[in-house]
């Protein structure tokens, strides 16, 4: 939205209210008018590859599980599971008398139906979330069976949340439409206009299983907006809700706005990602030269704005898969990167590659590694393109190179399989995984997450998977959102956005 565009429209919404009342108990307007700059390219949680495009669907869609703000597994379309004595299988009962928005039964056949299409279609983004589900059997028709191929008590956190958002079967019969512009599922919200790339609207659903929880009546979400414009359009009433890029914190609290910004919430993990399949990364030494050149500090000082936190690996300190002991590996070090490349016989200047990056999102890292890599004699050419073209290299592992992001998961061991494991999204190496990570994979998968050992072993498998697998951390940092103090808080449950509970108060 260009800056006269804004100005417009605040004169509409000046000159249409005299104040901006607004009431999550049923008096007035319960409407929250979102601005991002962000642009949503898909809206099949199947295809959706990012936990930061993911909080754009929770609206829309419903999981099997969810999470509570202690991170516990609850029911939501499902009412409980079982495991057998193996741990190799786990029975799901789903509620009774629940449907999709258009109509049609949330059953087992539907469960099954999007579990093989998460492991059979071409453009599945959780088919490496789903390795171990070797199959879906439906039992009766609020009963389907997952068989395992190992021992595996982390599938309750997987089908919670992102991982179990359950589209309605009848609308992914034509999974082109229903990803571009019919989403359908069973969450609080549905889809009453869809602008692919403008903007979504969103009504309260009377069908939602937990409606009377749900206080907010209307969510309008716009994209592409120009992020200088935000702050300006949350002062005027054009929008109460907005996601703001870390440096426009200081205007927007300035502003006297509410500003959620802790990874207790959102957060995210720049990284840098590696292809050991693609030249010139198919050379172990070239990898770990690029380990020693990067300076997270540098990173963490110029593009978090005092919000984020140099990263040696993608989870921030206090997350259960955090190793305080990979803070301690490969610190900041040129002439080691410079001596490690002369020993494997390179000389000065004589790496290049193409470093791709989503244009508008990746610029002043891109730039800033740039610089680093070129103190050691590594030429990095700068190919930053749209979300769609840059995606189609990133997702289909045919890059050399990229810059990228990651937003907490729902379940540690899947934020593990995604980074580290065969057909993981954020894996730029796949179908590459290393042994030392599967065996530690392993054994998380086989402890219970009540076990005292969980958390140690959880963190050996996130050690295993960084030391051996192909991505360079940078920063981590809180997402920032900026709204009306009109709005209640949402629940805090890392990497989810629920609005649950959330009233809009009134105001003047």
């Given at each position: 939205m260009t800056v006269a565009a804004l100005a417009a429209v605040i004169a509409t919404v000046v000159a249409g209210c005299g104040s901006s009342a607004a009431g999550g108990d049923g008096s007035g307007d319960a409407t929250i008018r979102w601005g991002t700059k962000q642009i949503q390219a898909n809206w099949d949680p199947v295809v959706t590859g990012s936990t930061g495009a993911t909080i754009l669907l929770t609206p829309i869609y419903e999981s099997l599980f969810t999470l509570d703000e202690r991170r516990a597994v609850k029911p939501a379309l499902a009412s409980g599971y079982e495991y057998n004595a193996a741990g190799d299988q786990i029975t799901v009962r789903l509620k009774p008398n629940l449907t999709f928005q258009d109509g049609s039964p949330v059953d087992a056949d539907a469960v099954k139906f999007n579990i093989d299409r998460i492991k059979s279609q071409a453009n599945s983004a959780l088919k490496g979330s789903y390795n171990n589900v070797k199959?879906?059997?439906?039992?009766?028709?609020?009963?389907?069976?997952?068989?395992?191929?190992?021992?595996?008590?982390?599938?309750?956190?997987?089908?919670?949340?992102?991982?179990?958002?359950?589209?309605?079967?009848?609308?992914?019969?034509?999974?082109?439409?229903?990803?571009?512009?019919?989403?359908?599922?069973?969450?609080?919200?549905?889809?009453?206009?869809?602008?692919?790339?403008?903007?979504i609207v969103l009504e309260k659903w009377a069908g939602y299983w937990d409606a009377a929880n749900i206080k907010v009546d209307r969510i309008e979400i716009n994209f592409g907006i120009d992020?200088?414009?935000?702050?300006?359009?949350?002062?005027?009433?054009?929008?109460?809700?907005?996601?703001?890029?870390?440096?426009?914190?200081?205007?927007?609290?300035?502003?006297?706005?509410?500003?959620?910004?802790?990874?207790?919430?959102?957060w995210g993990s720049t990284f840098l990602s590696l292809n050991i399949n693609k030249a010139p990364f198919t050379d172990p030494a070239v990898v770990e030269a690029v380990r020693y050149a990067v300076n997270p500090d540098e990173f963490a000082s110029k593009l978090s704005f005092g919000l984020g936190q140099p990263a040696h690996q993608p989870f921030p300190t206090g997350h259960p898969a955090y190793v305080t002991d990979l803070d301690s590996e490969h610190r900041y070090d040129p002439?080691?990167?410079?001596?490690?490349?002369?020993?494997?016989?390179?000389?000065?200047?004589?790496?290049?590659?193409?470093?791709?990056?989503?244009?508008?999102?990746?610029?002043?890292?891109?730039?800033?590694?740039?610089?680093?890599?070129?103190?050691?004699?590594?030429?990095?050419?700068?190919?930053?393109?749209?979300?769609?073209?840059?995606?189609?290299?990133?997702?289909?592992?045919?890059?050399?190179?990229?810059?990228y992001g990651y937003v907490g998961r729902d379940s540690n061991v899947q934020a593990l399989t995604e980074h580290y494991d065969t057909g993981g999204v954020l894996n730029l190496s796949s179908p590459t995984t290393s042994p030392q990570f599967q065996e530690a994979l392993k054994a998380v998968r086989a402890t219970p997450i009540d076990a005292p050992d969980y958390k140690a072993k959880l963190q050996a498998a996130a050690k295993a998977g960084y030391e051996n697998g192909s991505t360079v951390s940078l920063y981590t940092y809180p997402s920032v959102v900026a709204k009306d103090k009109s709005i209640s808080d949402p629940p805090a449950i890392d990497g989810f956005q629920s609005w649950k509970g959330v009233r809009i108060s009134s105001s003047s």
């Open positions: 199959a879906a059997t439906v039992v009766d028709p609020l009963t389907v069976r997952l068989d395992l191929a190992q021992q595996d008590y982390q599938i309750p956190y997987l089908l919670a949340v992102r991982g179990g958002m359950l589209p309605s079967k009848a609308a992914a019969q034509d999974p082109t439409k229903l990803n571009s512009a019919t989403p359908v599922g069973a969450g609080p919200f549905k889809v009453v206009e869809l602008q692919p790339e403008s903007k992020p200088s414009t935000l702050v300006a359009g949350l002062q005027s009433g054009v929008y109460n809700w907005a996601q703001l890029d870390p440096q426009q914190t200081a205007e927007a609290k300035r502003a006297g706005l509410d500003v959620l910004a802790g990874v207790d919430r959102n002439a080691k990167a410079k001596d490690i490349l002369a020993k494997a016989g390179y000389a000065d200047g004589a790496i290049s590659f193409d470093l791709g990056g989503i244009a508008n999102n990746f610029d002043q890292a891109a730039e800033v590694l740039q610089q680093q890599l070129k103190a050691v004699g590594i030429t990095a050419n700068i190919r930053l393109q749209d979300q769609a073209n840059w995606g189609k290299g990133y997702f289909g592992k045919t890059i050399a190179a990229s810059l």
